[in-house]
């Protein structure tokens, strides 16, 4: 039998990737203890407006591309709760904006 365990926590954005008005995916510093940057699960259409439209007036500390998608670095104090899962990849899926 397969239990799949998932935990709601609060993330800091650092960065999207795709376009800054409808972000595909956010990079986000997990927890307090400031571990590495990860990457969040694709963000529906409700969520990637939403999360545009908050990031819009947050300042750019740099843009580059990766894997062919456009990555910017922001900073910003915006917090999102994320369902971190504890399997084999360990995704995070945005769940609101804080």
């Keep these: 039998m397969k239990v799949r365990h998932a935990d709601t926590v609060d ?5 999207l990737t795709g ?10 510093a997990v927890g307090d203890e400031g ?10 259409p409700v969520l990637a407006a939403r999360a545009g439209e908050a990031l819009s007036g947050a300042a ?15 900073e910003t104090d915006l917090v999102v ?14 769940i609101r904006i804080q």
């Excluded at 709760?81 to 360990?90: F, I, K, N, W």
């Design 60 to 74: 750019v500390v740099g843009e580059r591309r990766s894997e062919g998608e456009p990555y910017t670095r922001v």
């Design 11 to 15: 993330a800091l954005v650092l960065g």
């Design 81 to 94: 709760e994320v369902l971190a899962g504890s399997g084999r990849h360990g995704t995070l899926t945005m």
């Design 19 to 28: 376009p800054r008005l409808r972000p595909h995916h956010l990079v986000l």
């Design 35 to 44: 571990g590495p940057a990860r990457v969040s699960a694709r963000l529906g």
